[in-house]
């Protein structure tokens, strides 16, 4: 059995350090469990060794049942947790510190796995690059999750690798020769051991590689630290109070320096969107600039009511609604021209998530979108509201540093596209009003004629009847709320609005044909220019470039001027990344945009700004982007990965071509202060190496060189001298310059 020791205590130690990770004191908790697990499937690799035929039916039945436990365990875990197994094992157990379903799932798939390959490349097929690469397997799972890997496990791996190594190749030796060897024997290190440092090399070059193109878990731990050291990240750097709590005014991006890479957010999550810190309602024409109504957001609301609420405003319960009530009637479908809209088979409007985490600094709000639900804080409980503009806050302090929530939004760019070309929102604000009422008269009249089961489905699209007539109230009241600011814009910007929207027939047309004129082409999108006024007017007519608060500005004054309920907005436009699903948000992402109350729809982002990455209705991504971004390879690591290519060849081209020849130059200088007979010596062994054979004499030597023109007598003389007749002497000087000058020629012998 003693063969099989070494491989069955490298599996123990491989299996342990795997589970280190998810928690330093797991390997000693679990060691029983490790050793048993190993035991069992030795037992199974030795009976298949043995017995080929059943032992091969053993390890697929064998094989069989771990994964089929393995999936067992993983999905217990995931009732108990909410957490995929593969998400948690990415994470490193971050998102659940301890699950013992989870943990034992991954403690038996390593045992099987580290028992299996190690004893296959140990015992059948010797291997010791695979075995090198099977013992880095827990260092790459390490780097995979950036987590810190203790010392005392990386010696365990090290000594145990190089134990089995040395001991299987003395026992292969051994019996070879059929001779015995003491401990001490079979502990010595093999000649020639420097052979396995290119290997190592090559080897940590491929756990980087796999590192930077195996899919990762957004959410993995100390990646941004990594991009701070490697990629000129920068998430540490205090930022100033202004980033902090809700501003007074809005800002300017004009005298934007473009520094701003310091990184705000890092955004988890399967959506792209607008977000905003807060909203402005009311502008400012003497000094250009617009301000909140701050009772507004004194007087906020209750989360779990917003959230009830505003879960319900999904385009296709609306949808569904609007369907059911006409087959009841179909007389409601034609008198408000809903034709197109009860075509539709199906609305997509899913519900999207995104983990935000503030980078080192705390705020007062949390960033939202612009249909947000609900919002779920991490670690922190403090109580928080909802401002009527959808602006979450917090109502004691800042949330903490480095602080991780959750945002439920729905994303306006799934579906509303098909939804508003059916002319959806066409419908006048008296209009909607009078439609949603009787949208629920007749839901609720034809609801109490069905049985217990069928209401259950007619009370929920009630409900989201209820929370779109709720919605458009709302924004019936926000529309006159600022009716007496709106009255304010020039006849010069109101004339203008109108004749953009003159042929346009419901709100979302009119939304659009604005859009149009900021992207007709004589606008221009400049951080670096200085207006000589700052005034919407001096922007619209004359200078037509500036900012993304100037479209914006202008966006806003024209839409109330033609009608629309329209509010502006700050906050960010997170940039995309060669990582899926993965998104930062920096100063330099920060943004302005306009937000649209659309009839029967919601508040919907506008993208005025020319250049801006509309996550509207009607525009379409990159295909090269989607390309990319669909192979899930993180470029920027490549990137590094490459120098790091790099560096290695340029150690490996050093190695190959200038060490040997330091090596031989060193060499020729001490063959100087040799004694005579230890200059011969030394001389002959080195010329009778660089041959490749070390068994020919010296005469077979000599007439090695000779064949190559090079005269090596005198010094294969000399040794032959020395090896058989003893107590020669020689003159020193004559005998060291010969051997140097014969040596010399001989050495620089390419081929032989």
């Known amino acids: 059995m003693s063969i099989y ?27 029983p469990l490790i050793v048993l697990i190993c035991a069992l499937s030795f037992s199974v690799l030795i009976f298949t060794d043995r017995h080929r035929l059943f032992g091969s039916l053993l390890m697929t039945v064998f094989i069989v049942l771990s994964l089929g436990l393995i999936r067992f365990l993983a999905s217990a875990g995931m009732q108990t947790s909410d957490v995929f197994f593969w998400q948690w094992v990415l994470t490193s157990g971050d998102e659940v510190e301890y699950n013992v379903f989870f943990i034992i799932a991954l403690l038996a798939g390593a045992g099987v796995f580290f028992s299996i390959t190690v004893y296959y490349f140990d015992v059948v097929l010797y291997r010791i690059s695979f075995l090198t690469l ?16 203790e010392n005392f496990y990386l010696v365990l791996i090290a000594g145990g690798a190089l134990l089995m190594h040395i001991i299987r190749a003395r026992l292969k ?40 193109l195996f899919p990762k878990k957004e959410e993995a731990r100390f990646y941004d630290r990594f991009e701070d050291v490697f990629l000129g990240g920068d998430t540490t750097s205090a930022l100033s109070n202004d980033y902090s709590s809700l501003a007074e005014y809005s800002g300017n991006a004009d005298n934007y320096d473009g520094t701003g890479n310091r990184r705000m957010y890092t955004l988890y999550g399967d959506a792209y969107s607008y977000l905003k810190r807060q909203n402005f309602d009311y502008y400012d024409f003497k000094n250009d600039r617009w301000y909140f109504d701050k009772t507004a957001v004194a007087l906020t609301r209750d989360p779990y009511e917003w959230k009830t609420g505003h879960e319900a405003l999904q385009l296709n319960r609306l949808l569904e609604a609007i369907k059911t009530a006409g087959l009841s009637e179909p007389e409601f479908i034609k008198k408000y021209s809903m034709e197109k809209v009860n075509a539709l088979s199906f609305i997509e409007d899913p519900m999207r998530s995104l983990f935000i985490r503030s980078e080192n600094f705390g705020a007062v709000y949390y960033l939202s979108a612009p249909r947000s639900v609900q919002i779920i804080p991490g670690a922190s409980q403090a109580p928080f509201g909802v401002t009527r503009s959808g602006v979450f806050l917090l109502k004691n302090g800042l949330h903490p540093y480095e602080h991780t929530y959750r945002l439920y939004f729905y994303d306006q ?67 006159a709320e600022t009716s007496d600011n709106t009255s304010r814009i020039s006849k010069r910007i109101k004339d203008l609005s109108l004749s953009v929207t003159k042929d346009c027939r419901g709100d979302y ?27 919407p007017e001096y922007f619209l007519f004359e200078s037509k470039t500036g900012s993304c608060s100037d479209f914006a500005t202008a966006f806003v004054l024209m839409a109330r001027s033609a009608g629309l309920t329209v509010r502006y907005a700050e906050g960010y436009l997170p940039e995309i990344t060669s990582r899926e699903n993965y998104y930062t948000i920096s100063e330099k992402d920060s943004h302005a945009f306009p937000e649209v109350f659309l009839p029967n729809t919601g508040w919907i ?10 996550a509207q209705t009607d525009t379409g991504s990159s295909k090269l982007l989607d390309i990319i971004t669909s192979l899930r390879i993180d470029f920027r690591f490549a990137f590094i990965i490459g120098l790091f290519a790099a560096a290695l060849i340029l150690i490996l081209a050093f190695m190959y071509i200038f060490i040997p020849l330091v090596t031989e130059g060193f060499f020729r200088i001490c063959l100087y202060f040799y004694s005579p007979e230890k200059c011969s010596v030394k001389a002959y062994l080195r010329l009778r190496k660089k041959t490749g054979c070390l068994s020919l004499t010296p005469r077979e030597l000599k007439e090695r060189f000779s064949s190559l023109n090079v005269d090596i ?14 107590n020669i002497t020689f003159d020193v000087r004559e005998l060291k310059y010969r051997i140097i000058r014969e040596y010399s020629k001989a050495a620089a012998v390419r081929h032989l």
């Open 713 to 726: 007598s005198y010094t294969a003389d000399i040794y032959e001298q020395l090896t058989y007749a003893r």
């Open 173 to 212: 030796k051994s019996y070879l020769t059929r001779n015995s060897y003491s401990l001490k024997e079979l502990l010595k290190i093999p000649s020639g051991s420097f052979r396995f440092i290119v290997p190592a090399m090559f080897f940590i070059f491929f756990v980087l590689l796999f590192c930077a």
């Open 5 to 31: 020791l070494p491989s069955f205590i490298l599996s123990i130690i491989l299996t342990a350090t795997t589970i280190s990770i998810y928690g330093a004191l797991l390997p000693l908790q679990f060691l």
């Open 413 to 479: 760019a799934s579906g509303l596209s098909n939804w508003l070309k059916t002319g959806a929102a066409d419908l006048s604000y008296k209009e909607s009003l009078m439609m949603l009422k009787e949208l629920t008269d007749i839901l609720t009249r034809k609801s109490l004629e069905k049985n217990d089961s069928e209401q259950k489905t007619y009370v929920e699209l009630i409900s989201t009847a209820d929370a779109f007539l709720n919605e458009e109230n709302e924004a019936a009241r926000y529309l």
């Open 605 to 614: 982002v506008f993208e005025p700004t020319v250049g801006g990455n509309a």
């Open 134 to 149: 099977i013992c880095l397997m827990p260092c790459i799972l390490y780097a995979k999750v950036m987590a810190d890997i």
């Open 509 to 535: 047309e009119k939304a659009h044909a604005l859009v149009q004129y900021f992207h007709n082409g004589e606008f221009t999108y400049d951080l670096s220019f200085i207006p000589e006024d700052k005034s």
